[in-house]
């Protein structure tokens, strides 16, 4: 941050805390933005030889965004991240060019770079109730596996991510019959808990060795404290190589799956956007295109003619 004039470090400082308490954000995507911006705005002052100050960020060209992107992607920066780091460095300059009163023209008709959006990898209805099986395999002690299971099961029954999960604590057990829960950016949702994972949550807590206080994590690691998410990953890594599943069988997997299963059955996207807590419908959008990319995997591979 020292090649950044101090107005432009206090226009990001204030544009990042605005993001932050109106707009939500969460403290990684702060981060994000941060390193974004910042690297945008240091780019500026070695391409011009002087730190930029306000004024010198009104005339930034054509040629200039082109300059950064260049050396961005020369950098070895993807189509994806660079596309990332040009949303985040619009968005500053929309709220910069709002406050000072100037036309940031360049900055915001430069286009994205193109780039193949990434497809949610779920598992196959029987893969996810086979993972849920091996990952109670992977323990020798009875609470422990208990304890994976319940959150398994949740990834999958409820769509939840793993920090939404492993967020729940002793005050949400006995499980209702719903859940609110608070995702990404402070968004809150009601999602229904099937009996299964209710069950699966039951279960581990009879055998949990650990009292549950309601402050206290609902799911905790070997000596008590909150369990770390790194230990369910590394469960379901092993479970997955058992099954002979591919490495895109993670714990976001389960709740891509969750999504996909619920479209497959006949749900609708608005009511699976509301479930998995996405703020643009199209987000959600995306599991079409995967129910789609499998029905024509099947019909390619059944049809007479194929």
């Keep these: 941050m020292t090649l950044i004039s101090p107005a432009c470090r206090d226009a990001l400082q204030y544009w990042l ?28 002052t070695l391409h011009h030889g002087s730190p930029q100050g306000l004024g010198a960020l009104e005339r930034i060209s054509i040629s200039d965004m082109r300059a950064w992107m260049a ?103 006995p499980l209702p019959a719903t859940l609110r829960i608070i995702g990404k950016g402070g968004k809150e949702r009601v999602v229904p808990v ?46 997955r190589m058992q099954l002979g599943l591919p490495a895109t069988a993670t714990p976001h997997a389960m709740r891509h799956s969750f999504a996909t299963h619920l479209l497959a059955a006949g749900g609708d996207l608005r009511s699976i956007q509301e479930l998995l807590g996405h703020a643009s419908l199209s987000t959600t959008q995306a599991y079409t295109a995967v129910d789609t990319a499998r029905l024509m995997e099947v019909y390619n591979r059944t049809h007479p003619k194929a």
């Design 71 to 173: 050396q961005s992607r020369n950098g070895g920066v993807g189509a994806r991240s660079l596309a990332r780091k040009l949303s985040a460095v619009k968005s500053f300059y929309r709220w910069l060019a709002e406050r000072e009163g100037f036309e940031a023209t360049a900055v915001l008709s430069t286009r994205s770079p193109k780039f193949t959006k990434k497809l949610p990898r779920p598992l196959a209805e029987d893969a996810a109730r086979a993972m849920i099986d091996t990952v109670e395999l992977q323990s020798s002690d009875s609470w422990v596996a208990t304890r994976d299971v319940a959150v398994v099961t949740l990834l999958y029954g409820c769509g939840l991510r793993i920090s939404e999960a492993l967020g729940l604590t002793g005050a949400d057990a």
């Design 17 to 44: 805390e605005g993001q932050s308490a109106l707009s939500g954000a969460s403290q990684n995507t702060i981060t994000a933005y941060r390193g974004d911006v910042g690297e945008f705005l240091a780019f500026m």
């Design 194 to 239: 099937l009996d299964a994972a209710r069950d699966a949550v039951n279960t581990y807590l009879q055998l949990c060795p650990h009292p549950q206080e309601p402050a206290a994590p609902l799911f905790r690691g070997v000596r008590g404290g909150p369990l770390n998410p790194r230990i369910i990953q590394g469960v379901m890594a092993r479970a």
